[in-house]
Each structure stands twice: as structure tokens, then as C-alpha cells.
């Protein structure tokens, strides 16, 4: 393994809708280390409590990576995906009873007919051994399925009750995307389940009527980050944007986010989005943007101890940025960013914190690695 020196930068990129001034930690020497390599195209991390990782890679594949950094074989059991695209096996996450029960939860692109796709959730029972899934089942199905390979969304969180957050994709396509503003579509949304996959008692739509009984939120475009807020118990959301505007977001029961009648981007070509605004009266605004992208994926609020003066700030993936950003969070608003690993000059896929309190991140390309992120001494 190979260690060196990164140096910290400010980044005084400061954009959004609200004000906001750059706060700086001071240059910080940190120690950036390969803990595991040769993954193929990895998509989500996840930490067991012994310390192990699960890994998913896009084709297919679950890694359970030991301690030591060895990258075991394929764990048997995960369903068939459709890994056309930007689709294939996205997110893991483990169940907060997970000593107990051993469940392990993925989202992935489940393959219809016609060629159709749709996100969904399953889960299995991780062997003692770690080398299989057991007693996997589908919990969860994004309805309709749609011929797109395309924004699957796909990040899970389990909140302080044990309820599912899953955010969805509104899957791109100019004859798709509308259905973000439908409340009788999964596109564009995010929705919250009991971890059987059932549905709250009291979600905002739970008896079906207004909307479907899983939604929680509308208007998303295409969320890659989230994570729950451990000082208010809130769901934070980051969605891709188009030419610009990548959104953070806080996700609340029953609010509209606007896509895509509203954005602070506008569409590849160039053209406006939607009305060509970037709010609008009953459209709940982001609380920070990015123009020009960041393209986020993976998100933590860091709450460990060898980072003591980065305690409840926000660490998020950037693929097009090729770093990991710091935002300086202060209750509902983030006040700073800064950019990390820009030497590193890799795509950053995910980002967790370790039960040792370092940051690990995973790189976005076909001969990918694990890194572990501390403090130089």
C-alpha cells in the first residue's frame, strides 16, 4: 500500500439560493490509502460491524472486502439486473438491527419486458460465512417501468424509526420526466417503507387516495446522495441537475422540489428547463446549488473523532468535480465548501464513515479502489 499527502484547498464555489460565506479548517495534511483494489466499477459502501465492507459493482457483483483489504469472491444470491447504462447494482445498505437479523438491502435496475426498467429494492439474510444471500426478495418495485437506461436514483437510508427512505429517479427522457409532478407515478420521487417493504401507517399519502401510498416527496430529478441529518432527524437529499444546478435538498413529507417545471440549470442542448425559472410558487427551493456541476454521488454527515473540528459537516462525492466536498453544515444551511482529494484526480462514486472515524471512498472506473482517508499522523 502506498501513503501521501493531500492538502486541503478552499474552494470558494459558493453558489445557491442562499447566502453564504466560505469557512476554512486551514490546510490539514491528510493520509489517503488504497485499503482495497480492482473492483469493477463500484456503486455503493457499506460498513458491517465488524468492520468488513459490502461493495456493490455496477455489473452484478456484491464484495464483501475483510479488514485486510481482501476483495472476496461474488456473493451468491443477488437477482439478475438490467446493467444497460447507468443502470446495474447501485446501492447496499445494512438494517440497523443487522447483528441480529444479518439483512442486507440493495437497490438495483430490475429488468421488464420490451426492454423496460425500473429501480428496485431487494433483500437477503448475508450468510454467516459472507458468502451468500439468503431468502432474497424483491421489497420494493418503481412503478412504471419505462424503456430508459437511465437516472435510476437509488440511494437507501434507514431513519431513526427504522423506515426505508429510497430516492428514485425520474429516469430522464423528455416523455418520462414529466411524470416527477405525477403523484400516481414512482418517477422523480422519494418514497419511505417499512423495511419489509410495506408501507408506513403514517406516511403523508399513506391510504393511497392523493398519491401513491409510498411517496414521501416529489419534484426529484435524479438523487445519487442522501443521508439523514443526525442532529434533526431530517432526510437530505442531492440531485444531479442538468447544465448546472445540482440541488441539495431536505426532503419533507408531502413537498414539491419542482422538477422539471423549475431548475437553476438548463437542458444539455442548452434550452430552458421547464418554465425557465428556477423557482416557483408551491415548489420548495433547494437550500444550496451547484453551477456548474459537481455531479454528486454519496453523502455522509461525519460524526466521528478523527476529525473532530469536521464533526456534523456534510462530505458528499463528486464525479465531474473529481473530489470529495466538505460542506460547512449550520443547522438547515451549509455556510462552506471545500474541496478534497483533487490530487487524487478520480471520480468519487461513495463516501461512508469507518467504525475507526476515517472517511473511505470509493472511485468510479473499472479498476477501482477503496480508500481511507485520516489525518497524516
Known amino acids: 500500500m502506498t501513503r501521501f499527502a ?30 482495497a483494489e480492482g473492483l469493477s466499477t463500484p456503486w455503493g459502501l457499506a460498513f458491517l460491524p465488524d468492520g468488513r465492507m459490502l461493495v456493490t459493482e455496477k455489473a452484478g457483483t456484491l464484495r464483501l472486502v475483510s479488514t ?14 438490467d446493467a444497460r447504462g447507468q443502470g446495474g447494482l447501485l446501492d447496499v445498505a445494512i438494517h440497523p438491527d443487522f447483528e441480529e437479523n444479518r439483512l442486507v438491502y440493495f437497490t438495483y435496475s430490475e429488468p421488464g419486458e420490451n426492454r423496460t426498467n425500473s429501480t428496485a429494492v431487494g433483500r437477503g439474510a448475508l450468510s454467516e460465512d459472507g458468502t451468500g444471500l439468503r431468502d432474497v426478495e424483491v421489497i420494493f418495485t418503481q412503478q412504471p417501468k419505462v424503456a430508459s437506461t437511465k437516472h435510476f436514483g437509488s440511494r437507501l437510508v434507514f431513519d431513526n424509526n427504522g423506515h426505508l427512505f429510497v430516492g428514485l429517479g425520474e429516469r ?18 422519494v418514497v419511505r417503507l417499512d423495511p419489509d417493504g410495506s408501507v408506513p401507517a403514517d406516511n ?15 419534484g426529484h430529478r435524479n438523487i445519487q446522495a442522501a443521508a439523514l441529518n443526525p442532529a434533526s432527524g431530517d432526510l437530505w437529499v442531492i440531485e444531479h441537475g442538468p447544465r448546472g444546478g445540482d440541488e441539495v435538498n ?28 428556477a423557482q416557483g410558487e408551491g415548489f420548495t427551493d433547494p437550500i444550496y446549488q451547484w453551477t456548474p456541476v459537481i455531479a454528486p454521488s454519496g453523502m455522509v454527515f461525519y460524526g466521528g473523532d478523527a476529525f473532530p473540528e469536521w464533526q456534523g459537516d456534510l462530505f458528499v462525492g463528486g464525479l465531474r468535480a473529481k473530489s470529495l466536498v466538505r460542506l460547512d453544515v449550520d443547522g438547515d444551511r451549509i455556510v462552506g465548501e471545500e474541496r478534497l482529494l483533487g490530487d487524487l484526480d478520480k471520480r468519487i462514486r461513495d463516501v461512508a464513515e ?7 471512498v470509493i472511485t468510479d472506473e473499472r479498476n477501482a479502489a477503496v480508500y481511507r482517508i485520516a489525518p497524516q499522523d
Not at 485486510?68 to 439486473?81: C, F, K, N, R, Y
Not at 430522464?172 to 420521487?189: I, N, T, V, W, Y
Request: hydrophobic share 35%.
Open 6 to 35: 493531500i492538502a486541503c484547498s478552499l474552494a470558494a464555489l459558493l453558489t445557491g439560493p442562499v447566502a453564504a460565506q466560505s469557512a476554512s479548517t486551514g490546510d490539514a495534511a491528510l493520509s489517503v490509502t488504497p485499503v
Open 68 to 81: 485486510d483489504g481482501t476483495v472476496s469472491e461474488p456473493i451468491a444470491g443477488l437477482p439478475d439486473v
Open 172 to 189: 430522464s427522457d423528455e416523455q418520462f420526466r414529466g411524470q416527477a409532478q405525477d403523484p400516481m407515478s414512482h418517477l422523480g420521487k
Open 204 to 218: 403523508p399519502y399513506a391510504d393511497g387516495s392523493e398519491a401513491r401510498p409510498e411517496i414521501w416527496s416529489t
Open 250 to 277: 431536505i426532503a419533507k413529507a408531502r413537498n414539491n422540489y419542482g422538477w422539471p417545471e423549475v431548475s437553476f440549470g438548463v437542458n444539455y442542448s442548452g434550452s430552458p428547463v421547464g418554465t425557465g425559472a
Open 354 to 360: 469507518g467504525p475507526d472515524g476515517a472517511l473511505y
